[in-house]
């Protein structure tokens, strides 16, 4: 049944577009994900080198969220997010005609730009229209579109490039960032002004020096696989140095980019440090997994996306029904129990030898994916239920920074410990047996860090708190 929340006709179509704002960003990822054998193999291209065609797209949402989310809370988000839609759809056309992996690369970075705006405006946007009362029904629905788009993303990336090669899953977003920006120009509305008491500026400098502190974080764990070479070293201080000017700007300007009492706030820290958790072990299935399942289980491209769909899908039936148990039930709970799933199903994905096959991962997959549903429903759920009208673009960047940060951390760390535990870069030459160890080996290791935190979690007495 339809929530009340969504009943009335005049939010369908406001509900309906900015869903499709926050599909498209989620399909960006995983799409690209099934390709990376082909693309290893279409450009002689080591592991490595292949990862950077994901890591480009997360370091330019990572980068630019923040800002993108506070520039929707100070302008017209209506037309920001026609903005969005535009460079999203135009950079996915260079990259379809891409000549070189490099180019690939680049056209990536202003895709993530068009995602960044796209994402923390639709998820700003979502909860200014629906009551506070069924904020956790809203959340349910933009996680299970976040899934929906994460589960096409394999099954329709493996059936193009079976059908027509790598190329076309950049070409398929054109003709539909043309209809979403055609649905964005008739339900979208022209924001109202501004009250005078909120209104404020965009803090350049502070946009500038977090942008430089979390680039240099994502290129310290990128650009060199030795942690500690040279060029590691600059980006490590660089990354410091900018966090702390960041931090002293913040406390002193009188239009702050993120406000620092913010983070006083109830929940606030720890939700958003959980968020970046969770996505680092989601994220470890989405690059580690195409691998294992194509150079382990020998399974072809198409097939390889079927089974790669078959997580997210768990996780778009779930998420609205974890909305209204988290409305009922509170959300601290829901968030212990959809972590302790999600580390529990990383722990059986690191146990389950190759002779169980398709069976048994999809198994471990269920737990992985319905935990993350339940988990992400919860922490949208704490963060946005108390949030003031004219911070919720800002919350969104930081709630969206977290998720990112979390998934480009996955991306390079996990992808480094599965790489060291094949023993070679080249996964593609890799026998079976060595990449089954890399797929386990990577898993022990995040199942152990969920177990941890769920540990943690429950001593300090978050199953007992009423705060629905």
């Known amino acids: 049944m339809r929530p009340k929340a969504f009943a009335a006709s005049s939010t369908k179509g406001t509900l309906f577009t900015l869903c499709i704002g926050v599909l ?16 290893a193999t279409s450009f002689q291209a080591s592991f490595h080198e292949t990862q950077w065609v994901i890591l480009s797209y997360l370091l330019s949402i990572t980068t630019l969220i923040v800002a993108a989310g506070r520039l929707g809370d100070l302008v017209d988000p209506r037309r920001l997010f026609l903005c969005g839609v535009a460079i999203f759809g135009l950079s996915s056309l260079a990259g379809g005609f891409a000549p070189t992996l490099f180019f690939l690369i680049i056209a990536g970075l202003a895709q993530g730009m068009g995602a960044a705006i796209l994402m923390s405006l639709s998820v700003a946007l979502i909860s200014r229209v629906v009551s506070k009362e069924h904020t956790g029904s809203a959340m349910g629905l933009v996680g299970a579109t976040s899934a929906l788009g994460t589960a096409l993303g394999p099954s329709l990336g493996g059936a193009l490039i079976y059908l027509f090669g790598w190329r076309s899953i950049f ?11 055609l649905m964005a120009l008739k339900t979208l509305t022209p924001q109202k002004r501004i009250p005078l008491s909120h209104k404020t500026h965009l803090d350049y400098p502070g946009v500038f020096l977090l942008s430089t502190c979390l680039a240099s974080y994502a290129l310290l764990l990128t650009f060199e696989e030795r942690l500690f070479c040279k060029i590691n070293v600059i980006f490590l ?50 690059v580690v997994g195409p691998f294992y399942l194509t150079h382990g289980m020998g399974l072809s491209t198409q097939h390889v996306g079927l089974v790669m769909s078959f997580g997210p899908m768990i996780v778009v039936v779930t998420g609205v029904h974890a909305g209204r148990l988290v409305d009922r039930y509170g959300f601290n709970a829901l968030t212990l129990l959809g972590l302790l799933s999600l580390s529990l199903g990383s722990f059986l994905v ?41 911070h919720r673009g800002m919350m969104s960047g930081l709630l969206n920074l977290s998720r990112y940060l979390g998934l480009i951390t ?31 080996t990577t898993f022990a290791v995040t199942s152990t860090v969920g177990f941890f935190i769920t540990i943690i979690l429950f001593y300090k007495g978050w199953v007992k708190r009423q705060d629905k």
């Open 237 to 286: 201080l660089t990354c410091l140095l900018s966090l702390v000017l960041f931090i002293q700007r913040e406390q002193k300007t009188p239009y702050p980019l993120i406000p620092v009492s913010l983070f006083t706030e109830r929940g606030v820290k720890k939700h958003l440090g959980l968020s970046a958790l969770t996505s680092g072990i989601l994220m470890t299935n989405l």
């Open 410 to 440: 996955g991306t390079c760390v996990m992808g480094a410990v599965f790489s060291f535990a094949t023993g070679t870069p080249h996964i593609e030459s890799a026998l079976a047996q060595d990449v089954a160890v890399g797929m386990h």
């Open 24 to 39: 498209f960003p989620s399909l960006g990822i995983s799409i690209a994900n099934v390709a990376l054998p082909t693309l």
């Open 171 to 181: 070409f398929i977003y054109a003709p539909f960032c043309c209809l979403l920006f």
């Open 350 to 390: 690191a146990l389950i030898p190759m002779s169980q096959g398709i069976p048994g991962y999809l198994g471990a997959v269920i737990l992985i994916a319905g935990g993350f549903a339940v988990f992400q429903t919860a922490y949208n759920t704490a963060l946005f239920r108390n949030v003031a009208d004219h």
